[in-house]
């Protein structure tokens, strides 16, 4: 099983950038699908958006498409959660997943990383 660490989160001001990273671990990240989902104090986890094996294909929930972008560089075993423009209501903690394919089920996740916006 792929074992996945998030990090890149902190305090930010509203209109800042920041990435987000997630490393993986014990099995080739080339594998997997990949997703992000954040879970913001109070309210159950959302997704936010998958990347395919490749990164030829992108999903993005309605809530972040336009701000944010998912990458991964597969030779350096990690995958990226660009978020542009942060607004308050992008204060959660964010966390990365994996799944074999699209069809399936996450079923590896990362400790997650808390990305609080605050002026």
């Known amino acids: 099983q792929v074992q996945l660490v998030e990090s890149g989160g902190g305090l930010v001001q509203p209109g800042d950038s920041l990435r987000l990273s997630c490393a993986a671990s014990?099995?080739?990240?080339?594998?997997?699908?990949m997703g992000w989902f954040r879970q913001a104090p109070g309210k159950e986890r959302e997704f936010v958006g998958t990347?395919?094996?490749?990164?030829?294909?992108?999903n993005y929930s309605d809530s972040v498409k336009g701000r944010f972008a998912i990458s991964r560089d597969n030779a350096k075993n990690t995958v990226y959660l660009q978020i542009n423009n942060v607004k308050p209501e992008d204060t959660a903690v964010y966390y990365c997943?994996?799944?074999?394919?699209?069809?399936?089920?996450?079923?590896?996740w990362g400790q997650g990383t808390q990305v609080t916006v605050s002026s």
């Open positions: 990347i395919s094996q490749r990164g030829l294909n992108l």
């Open positions: 997943a994996a799944k074999l394919s699209a069809e399936s089920q996450f079923g590896s």
């Open positions: 014990g099995r080739p990240l080339n594998w997997y699908v």
